[in-house]
């Protein structure tokens, strides 16, 4: 053993003697506000993606479709 950490000896102790420090100590935090602006962490609205909306409008008009095509074949139109 070193520098007095631990057992002195393991005997008769069950164990190997082996020395872990606590990895799940917190060592105290300076007394800091950690957000003195909270402006700056607030959620800022993102303008929306052309791309994505142009695709949204294009599966309404194909869901359209196909409600349109589905009700057709139910009332007996054979598209040839």
Do not use: C, W
């Amino acid at each position: 053993m070193s520098s007095n950490v631990g057992l002195t000896t393991p005997r008769g102790s069950g164990t190997s003697g082996y020395v872990q420090r606590n990895l799940a100590h917190l060592k105290p935090r300076d007394q800091v506000k950690p957000y003195a602006d909270l402006e700056s962490f607030k959620h800022r609205q993102r303008q929306p993606d052309k791309e994505i909306l142009e695709h949204d409008r294009k599966r309404d008009i194909e869901l359209k479709i196909f409600e349109l095509r589905d009700r057709l074949e139910d009332e007996g139109y054979v598209h040839s």
